[in-house]
């Protein structure tokens, strides 16, 4: 028989059962130390009776006493069987085992839905660290990419600018061999009408000339 005697009242954590009548102790965290205190169903010559006690999920030895009374200390959470075996006054030990089975609950920091709840925010956390990198890898990949469309802008335009000289070079050469010879003819005062065509055509002449300056310098 287990005698609790710190809890006697139908109040406590064990509900309306006294501690005698309980196949099992359900407790939370911060009730952790036990002292359990049992005696044998014999009445006569009691102090001849010897015990043994023993908490699986603690160790698995045996412990031999005179006293009727097992104290455990600071129990973790977690599943315990309070196993118990007495001798009568002849020192004959019983065949039958008493068990309790023990219950420690944990603190709600260590539960398993607490557990669950640090994954789903760790989860959340590895998540946005990903989301991050990836933007970044992103719009690392998008300056990298704006800069070859820069660099390829850049070519054509020198391409463009070289393709432009050679041009304008080939037509500066000719304009210039043409204006010269008709600067001269119009300084030889030539007659009104030979006179009147040459200045159109050299007029002309210098229009694309000017353009091709224009041109050029754009």
């Known amino acids: 028989m287990w005698r609790l005697p710190a809890c006697k009242s139908t109040t406590t954590p064990f509900g309306e059962l006294p501690p005698q009548a309980l196949d099992r102790l359900d407790l939370p965290y911060d009730q952790n130390f036990l002292t359990v205190e049992f005696s044998a169903l014999q009445f006569n010559k009691h102090t001849k009776n010897r015990y043994r006690y023993q908490l699986t999920g603690l160790n698995g030895a045996w ?23 007495t001798t009568n006054t ?10 309790l089975p023990i219950t420690i609950r944990p603190l709600w920091l260590e539960t398993w839905w607490a557990y669950v709840l640090y994954g789903l925010m760790i989860g959340g956390i ?22 070859r469309e820069a660099e390829q802008l850049r070519a054509l335009d020198a391409m463009k600018t070289r393709f432009f000289s050679n041009v304008t070079h080939e037509f500066r050469t000719p304009l210039t061999l043409i204006l010269s010879p008709m600067e001269q003819l119009l300084q030889e005062d030539p007659e009104p009408c030979i006179q009147r065509r040459v200045s159109v055509a050299e007029t002309q002449a210098r229009w694309y000339a000017g353009m091709i300056r224009i041109g050029f310098v754009e």
């Open 63 to 85: 412990v031999e006493n005179s006293r009727p009374v097992a104290v455990f200390t600071d129990l973790r959470p977690g599943s315990y069987t309070l196993r118990l075996i």
């Open 90 to 99: 002849s020192g004959i030990w019983s065949p039958h085992i008493r068990t």
């Open 126 to 147: 590895a998540y946005a660290l990903f989301r991050n990198y990836a933007n970044r890898v992103r719009m690392e990949q998008r300056m990298l990419s704006n800069l």
